[in-house]
């Protein structure tokens, strides 16, 4: 009974910050915020990792962040619409969206450096993702994985701290701030991930 009682309580917890700030939440993860850059926007407090949780799930539903290489595999993106029953029962569809950030066709992979990430900055139609490794050093590189931080600003390294927590390695596609963050590392020789850049 106890057990139920806490899951219920965790599920109505969910719902509670999903409905006060999920689209908050979801409007500045896609703006390239960090868990704690959200959290100073919300009118509603919300425990950084349900902030985490949210923006997580959004960015790779809009494939943001990709789990497998890019091109590897057909990637989705889907949304949900809300209808009411004649009798006002509220449920949710989930819908494919026919995705024009597809991730699949061709991809040139690059080899990191600093040029090539300058380049991206200037060429915003470029469709360019970065191999993203942190959530793999932080465990198996730690002393790397904090050089790493100690090289970033207080507000980047919260960013790379506090959003790639999971123990795997994602694709992330480059924004200015990622953008910033890539070359302040391979500046550092911090940094030798690869780049995929889309070929049209």
Same mark, same amino acid.
């Given at each position: 009974?106890? @057990?139920?009682?806490s899951?219920?309580?965790?599920? !109505?917890?969910? *719902?509670?910050h999903?409905f =006060?700030?999920? /689209?908050?939440?979801?409007?500045? =993860?896609? @703006?390239? *915020? ?5 959290? %100073?926007? !919300?009118?509603f407090?919300?425990?950084s990792?349900? +902030?985490?949780?949210? =923006? ?16 590897s595999?057909q990637?989705?993106?889907? @949304?949900?619409?809300? %209808?009411?029953?004649?009798?006002g ?19 040139? +992979?690059?080899?990191?450096?600093t040029?090539?990430? %300058? ?6 139609? =470029? +469709? !360019?993702?970065?191999?993203i490794?942190f959530?793999?050093q ?13 090289v970033l600003?207080?507000? /980047?390294a /919260?960013?790379?701290d506090?959003?790639?927590?999971e123990?795997?390695e994602?694709y ?12 302040? !590392? ?15």
């Amino acid at each position: 009974m106890e @057990k139920n009682k806490s899951v219920f309580q965790q599920v !109505l917890s969910h *719902f509670t910050h999903e409905f =006060a700030n999920g /689209d908050i939440i979801r409007k500045y =993860a896609e @703006k390239g *915020f960090s868990i704690r850059e959200i959290q %100073e926007h !919300l009118d509603f407090p919300t425990p950084s990792n349900q +902030v985490h949780e949210i =923006a997580w799930n959004h960015l790779l539903s809009i494939n943001q962040i990709l789990l497998s290489e890019p091109g590897s595999s057909q990637s989705n993106r889907y @949304k949900y619409i809300k %209808e009411i029953s004649s009798y006002g029962k509220v449920s949710f569809r989930k819908v494919r969206i026919e995705d024009e950030n597809d991730t699949s066709g061709s991809w040139t +992979v690059l080899k990191c450096s600093t040029q090539e990430l %300058e380049s991206s900055l200037i060429d915003s139609d =470029a +469709v !360019l993702f970065a191999q993203i490794p942190f959530g793999l050093q932080r465990f198996r590189e730690p002393e790397q994985y904090q050089n790493i931080l100690s090289v970033l600003s207080e507000r /980047d390294a /919260d960013f790379i701290d506090n959003f790639f927590v999971e123990r795997r390695e994602v694709y992330y596609r480059l924004n200015p701030r990622m953008t910033r963050i890539l070359i302040q !590392l391979s500046k550092n020789d911090l940094y030798h991930g690869n780049l995929y850049k889309k070929t049209t």
